[in-house]
């Protein structure tokens, strides 16, 4: 018998493997099997088995080494879905597979060195080589008292003896040329396991064990013998307990060392047992159950009534929830959920960002208890190993998650909720290029499930869908309770900049709102989508701006470290004292970012507690749910932040927000820039007067009479639309084009560009009239990350056609030597930067 196996690689084949016969009787499409894939050991994934294969490649064909799973570890609906994937976004299958299970799935081949009897004779006889290099000396010697070492035991301990670890690979490779060491794999152990932790109970009266026979009571006076004050403090300690606790919790109650209880084990008196321990993210939420008393609305009702219907009908349909901010989707959401437990079913619910996590699984865990799982890629291996494993399990009925939990395994799906669906935070910057959004709407034909897409501000795409009939539309046009949306004003910025004769970064208006907002006791948000506490660098003597030497963009400056960074590639560097170039002194800041909007404003307003909520604030983990558990409890009287403020949020006491430095957006060179301004602005606009009392919003721009932001000022999201549908229309984008955006990138700027050139000569003579090819054409961020980078855009009405010529292209590509992990090709691009 033979499998199909692929492997998560940058390959878009799969490779067949013999499966010996142990191992034949076992196999299942699902499992893991580690393969001998070029000169290393692999894990691979089985996606089909078959009987025979072609004669031509029988004698090349390899056997699978070793089977992991005896029970399919990605179930038929996944293995499914991750081949749609594959197919849609011209993906590795293998990666779409890893990119469906937890970090730690994989297991790593790892190298083992051991001496070999002509290393030994070397060694012994003070020869190792030539040169007598002490790293080499020190490495036989290594070798010769251990037996056998990993390549990273080795670096470990060569270290220490003063070798740089960057040597050790060449060193090892110059000793096994002599003949001096052998090189083996074996595989590492899958990091995707239970935490196990040690428990000590009492042992039950009257039990034995070894030659030692338990007490007959479980008080420490009732064991006899010469019992230390510290055993008796143990066993007293286990018996005011009734169960078993765990052994740090003993030790620390008992006040005594580990020994102590060995002990105690040895002579019968306690037993040590190890017991499977989960990592709850969710623990430090509150366990008391939030009683369900909203009452909906009429429109809320219908809504709903609409929803469940499809839900007990057990059949796909996907539901655009267009509500403005306010109009309580949420509810509907939730209620929509319990219709699907309630019935036995599962229910996923997507978010876009890591950011709303805290506030939504609280909301779930008070509805639906412990039956709520949560993935994101912020949780520690083991918390979402531990969150996996209890969704495979049945245990974890529903599931929150940002877009990688598309892929969590539950059975039997009845609804997908995904919030915000117009986020772009829902495709993936990165191979395999997916959108969580319609991954999840396939995924739910798949399973009969209904799909609510909810957001104030529908993409273009889903509300074009739902006019065509695809979707089922839904309105919510009022607040809950009756709310007024917040009153939104534009301040012209040019008239700012003649009031003062100099550029303003805070509006006279606005400076006065903040004010007369505090002095209500009330609170104030203010968006500014730039991190940092400048832009950039500048040496007013020679005009150079301070560069990534990985990128093709300035370097940002961080006050709180006093460092420039690259927000690409993460390259950091001091802030020099002089002008790298001409050694001047007259080193200027350009720019406003979130950090120095923070300091101005607490200079402007000393008596207000004000703080700032970006990437920067909340490296650390939990940093994000304390700045907004402050700011939601009055602490804060001021929050300044990036777009991670605009969305979803709920704090009934901001009554007024701030926008400042929009037209940054405005002026990105990508097609859907004026889109996401209308979102981000209208969704920032949501924040204010969620509450009993009016909002308003105050919007600086240098270009008010810009559609988006006039449209956004009314909260008219159907002019937006006409304006913007007509222009996509005439220019061919989506949704009345496809488009598939190939990106070609090397270290070399001749090789990225040549192989961009080829790219698109073969696709313009394989192109139809449905098909237009641009390009190719330097990216606008030309280098990213020490490549250089072309871009070739191909236009399609007809994905098929797009599709064949791009195989037939890509299959030229690589014939003519051009190497597959230096072209990426994104399917339905987000952006084109």
């Not at 639906?368 to 969150?387: K, N, P, T, Y």
């Not at 059975?411 to 986020?423: A, K, N, Q, R």
């Not at 009405?797 to 992990?821: F, H, I, P, V």
């Amino acid at each position: 018998m033979f499998a199909e196996v692929s492997i998560p690689v940058h390959v878009r084949q799969t490779f067949t493997y013999g499966l010996p016969p142990d191992i034949a009787e076992r196999a299942q499409a699902g499992s893991r099997v580690i393969v001998p894939f070029g000169n290393k050991l692999v894990t691979g994934f089985i996606v089909s088995l078959h009987d025979q294969v072609d004669d031509q490649i029988l004698a090349s064909v390899k056997n699978v080494e070793e089977l992991v799973d005896d029970d399919p570890i990605i179930g038929r609906d996944i293995l499914d879905l991750t081949r749609w994937m594959a197919d849609y976004y011209y993906a590795p299958w293998g990666e779409c597979l890893r990119a469906a299970l937890p970090a730690g799935s994989l297991s790593v081949a790892e190298q083992i060195f051991q001496i070999t009897e002509a290393g030994r004779a070397a060694f012994n006889s003070g020869q190792p080589g030539r040169s007598k290099p002490s790293s080499q000396t020190r490495a036989l010697d290594l070798l010769a008292g251990a037996g056998r070492m990993s390549n990273r035991e080795l670096e470990r301990e060569l270290a220490r003896s003063g070798t740089n670890p960057g040597s050790v690979s060449a060193l090892l490779r110059r000793l096994e040329r002599a003949g001096y060491i052998s090189r083996s794999q074996r595989i590492a152990e899958s990091r995707l396991r239970p935490k196990l932790q040690n428990f000590v109970k009492l042992r039950a009266a009257g039990t034995t064990t070894g030659d030692h026979l338990a007490p007959d009571s479980p008080h420490a006076e009732d064991v006899g013998g010469d019992l230390t004050k510290q055993q008796r403090r143990v066993i007293d300690s286990l018996a005011t307990e009734g169960d078993a606790i765990p052994l740090g919790r003993l030790l620390e109650k008992a006040a005594v060392s580990v020994s102590v209880v060995r002990g105690l084990e040895k002579r019968g008196v306690v037993q040590v047992v190890a017991r499977e321990v989960r990592r709850d993210p969710l623990e430090h939420l509150s366990s008391e159950p939030v009683l369900d008393l909203v009452t909906l609305s009429s429109d809320q009702s219908a809504a709903l009534d609409e929803i469940v219907k499809k839900i007990e009908a057990t059949e796909y349909a996907t539901f655009l929830l267009h509500g403005v901010t306010g109009s309580g989707k949420t509810e509907i959401y939730i209620r929509a959920m319990k219709e699907a437990v309630r019935g036995g079913r599962t229910a996923l619910m997507l978010i876009p960002e890591i950011s709303l996590t805290p506030v939504f699984s609280r909301r779930l865990r008070a509805h639906f208890g412990e039956s709520v799982a949560i993935l994101h890629s912020s949780l520690s291996e083991g918390e979402r190993v531990d969150e996996w494993r209890r969704i495979k399990q049945g245990d974890a009925r529903v599931v929150i998650g940002t877009r990688s939990a598309v892929f969590a395994p539950l059975e039997s799906l009845g609804v997908v909720i995904v919030d915000e669906e117009h986020d772009t935070s829902y495709k993936q910057d990165e191979s395999p290029r997916y959108n969580g959004r319609d991954t999840a709407i396939m995924r739910a034909v798949a399973a009969g499930a209904v799909v609510v897409l909810g957001s104030a501000t529908p993409s273009l795409e889903s509300y074009h869908n739902a006019h065509a009939g695809k979707y089922i539309y839904i309105r919510l046009q009022t607040r809950y309770g009756e709310r007024k949306l917040a009153d939104v004003e534009t301040i012209d910025m040019r008239e700012v900049f003649k009031r003062h004769g100099k550029q303003q970064t805070f509006s006279d208006e606005l400076l006065s709102a903040i004010a007369e907002t505090h002095a209500r006791g009330e609170q104030c948000m203010i968006l500014l989508n730039r991190r940092g506490f400048s832009s950039y660098l500048l040496c007013r003597s020679c005009g150079l701006a301070i560069h990534c030497p990985n990128c093709d963009v300035t370097l940002t400056y961080h006050r709180y470290n006093h460092s420039l960074q690259c927000h690409y590639c993460n390259y950091i560097r001091p802030v020099p004292q002089n002008c790298p170039a001409c050694d001047g002194v007259y080193v200027h800041y350009i720019g406003e970012g979130t950090e120095q909007i923070e300091a101005k404003l607490q200079g402007l307003f000393p008596t207000m507690k004000i703080a700032r909520l970006d990437r920067d604030t909340t490296r650390r983990r939990g940093s994000f749910e304390h700045i907004l558990m402050e700011f939601a409890d009055g602490s804060i009287d001021l929050l300044v932040g990036t777009q991670m403020i605009a969305k979803g949020h709920d704090f009934p006491n901001v009554t007024l927000v701030g926008v400042i430095s929009v037209d940054t957006g405005l002026a990105m060179p990508d097609f859907r820039s004026a889109e996401r301004t209308f979102q981000l602005l209208t969704q920032v606009a949501g924040r204010a007067g969620r509450g009993d009392r009016p909002g308003r919003v105050i919007i600086q721009s240098y270009h008010p009479q810009h559609y988006s932001l006039v449209c956004a000022r009314a909260q008219d999201y159907e002019g937006f639309y006409e304006r913007e549908i007509n222009y996509r229309s005439s220019m061919h984008y989506p949704p009345f084009r496809a488009l598939i955006n190939i990106c070609a990138h090397h270290k070399d700027f001749e090789t990225a560009g040549n192989a961009a050139a080829c790219l698109a000569q073969e696709l313009r003579e394989a192109a139809d009239a449905q098909l237009r090819v641009l390009g190719p054409a330097p990216a606008p961020l030309a280098r990213l990350r020490g490549e250089y980078r072309f871009q070739v855009l191909i236009k399609t009405a007809n994905r098929r056609t797009a599709r064949e010529a791009l195989d037939l292209a890509m299959d030229r590509a690589l014939t003519a030597g051009y190497k597959s992990q230096s072209i990426s090709i994104e399917v339905d691009p987000i952006n084109l930067m």
